[in-house]
Every structure is written in structure tokens, then in C-alpha cells.
């Protein structure tokens, strides 16, 4: 089982990025984005449920979309109007249908957001 997050990279404020995580070897239910600032806890950022249904931490509502092609088993995080906040390592997540609920994490990928 991999998942492979790719996309992240240095961007002025106010400008956008598109993250990908490529997964393999196994159907996820619902996928997240989360990511990790220095000193701070792990938080998720984006949830889409297997229906397609989105959810949005408040900090992120209107500048991220989180989207899936199940065509090419690739989950996206279109984040736009960045801030210097937004600096984070971002992780892509992944959790399996019962009867056996495990989680799965990505590498991780760094954005930094500075001008």
C-alpha cells in the first residue's frame, strides 16, 4: 500500500498550488489532507467521503478544494490565495472500509508560503 503526495514547493502569498497523492494497492473510503506546521499538531484541512462529499477546516474554507479522480486513484488539493499560515508539511491520509479500518499516511510535502 503506498501513498505517494507530490506538488508541494515555495509560493509568494496569495498565490496557488495543486497537491496530488497517488495511492496504491488499496480502496480507500474516506481521504484527507491534513498538515503540520513547526511546533504544532498534526490537523486535517480537507475530508472527501466516498460519495464525493467535502468538508473544510474554517481556516481553509474558500481558498482549498479537495477533489479525487478514482480513475487514476489520485486525490488533489487545489489551495489558492495562499497565506503565510498555510506553511505547513502537508500529508494525504487514507482510511479502509470495515471490516478491517486501518489508516494510511502519505510522505508528506512541504509548502512554504514567504515572499
Known amino acids: 500500500v503506498q501513498l505517494q503526495a507530490s506538488g508541494g514547493g515555495l509560493v509568494q502569498p496569495g498565490g496557488s498550488l495543486r497537491l496530488s497523492c497517488v495511492t496504491s494497492?488499496?480502496?480507500?473510503?474516506?481521504m484527507d489532507w491534513y498538515r503540520q506546521a513547526p511546533g504544532k499538531q498534526r490537523e486535517v484541512v480537507a475530508t472527501i467521503t466516498p460519495g464525493g462529499f467535502t468538508l473544510y477546516d474554517d481556516s481553509v474554507k474558500g481558498r482549498f478544494t479537495i477533489s479525487r479522480d478514482k480513475a487514476v486513484d489520485t486525490l488533489y488539493l487545489q489551495m489558492s490565495s495562499l497565506k503565510p499560515e498555510d506553511t505547513a508539511v502537508y500529508y494525504c491520509?487514507?482510511?479502509?472500509?470495515?471490516?478491517?479500518?486501518?489508516?494510511?499516511w502519505g510522505q508528506g510535502t512541504l509548502v512554504t508560503v514567504s515572499s
Open positions: 491520509h487514507g482510511r479502509t472500509a470495515p471490516p478491517v479500518v486501518r489508516d494510511y
Open positions: 494497492g488499496i480502496t480507500f473510503t474516506t
